[in-house]
């Protein structure tokens, strides 16, 4: 094997674990499947095509079958994927990339505010925990290390038809902006103005063609039952937005600071 083959190989398995925890491992059990392939197959895209559908199976068949029972031996389920739940992913990378880990208790927390909400109301969740080793990063998260963390989509209505909009705004789940109004408290431009440049990063990624109405009385109904359940102990929300929709005297949502990226693209919580 050249060089190159191994700095490939082991840019690969970089790649795989960073963005999806246990791809990384799956890819190091692939390999003696990869080597028989290419001992049998003629034709060098024939043999490459080969082992992406290998690797793909072993993948699927991995995070299916192997990493939830694992998982739970390890204290965290995944959230629902394909049950008529009235919570759901806002984009299916987050599950396929195992991004969608928590404990028991966050599930349970969350599905019963979900079931309180409107039976119109469906919450589509982004990112949450990988599915083992507490303090291992889902970047570019700062937290969401532990399976207490989950990130929520905020509620859209399509300005004609009234109907809710299914999933996330954003192609990434993240970036799109409920930004401050004039006359209300402009944190973002704080932060910036303070050097973090990070802070909304994540927003120059995603058109921002405002077609779509920000639901003030669901997103605040949303925050409410979120702040009044026992088992959540943070939420965190751009501070204009807790202002906007009336959440002041709940303290339990809370400015998370410069450091991370602004909140008035997505709702976080926490146990
Ligand atoms: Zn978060």
């Not at 925050?223 to 026992?230: E, F, G, I, T, W």
């Not at 088992?231 to 959440?247: D, N, V």
Request: with cysteine; hydrophobic share 45%; net charge positive.
């Amino acid at each position: 094997m050249t060089v190159i083959a191994i700095l490939r190989r082991a840019a690969l398995f970089l790649i795989l674990t960073v963005f999806t925890q246990v791809g990384g491992v799956l890819y190091l059990l692939y390999q003696p499947i990869r080597w028989q392939i290419s001992q049998r197959v003629p034709g060098k895209w024939r043999s490459r095509g080969y082992r992406l559908l290998a690797f793909t199976m072993v993948y699927a068949l991995g995070s299916l079958l192997l990493v939830p029972p694992l998982a739970l031996l390890n204290g965290r389920v995944p959230l629902p994927v394909f049950s008529e739940s009235s919570l759901k992913p806002a984009n299916y990378f987050f599950v396929i990339a195992n991004r969608h880990y928590v404990k028991p208790a966050l599930l349970e927390a969350v599905l019963d505010v979900a079931n309180q909400m409107d039976h119109s109301v469906t919450l589509y969740f982004l990112d949450a925990n990988f599915p083992f080793l507490d303090g291992f990063p889902l970047l570019p998260h700062r937290s969401h290390d532990d399976g207490g963390k989950l990130d929520l989509a905020f509620i859209y209505e399509k300005p004609v038809t009234g109907k809710l909009l299914s999933g996330s705004p954003s192609w990434l789940g993240y970036g799109y902006l409920e930004t401050p109004k004039a006359g209300e408290y402009d944190q973002p431009a704080n932060c910036e103005g303070r050097g973090y440049w990070q802070y909304s990063l994540l927003s120059r990624l995603v058109p921002q063609d405002n077609n779509l109405d920000f639901s003030a009385s669901l997103n605040r109904q949303l925050l409410l039952r979120l702040a009044r359940h026992p088992a959540i102990g943070k939420i965190f929300l751009e501070p204009h937005l807790k202002t906007r929709l009336g959440l002041e005297g709940q303290k339990k949502i809370r400015f998370h600071g410069c450091a991370a990226v602004r909140h008035d693209d997505h709702i976080h919580i926490q146990l």
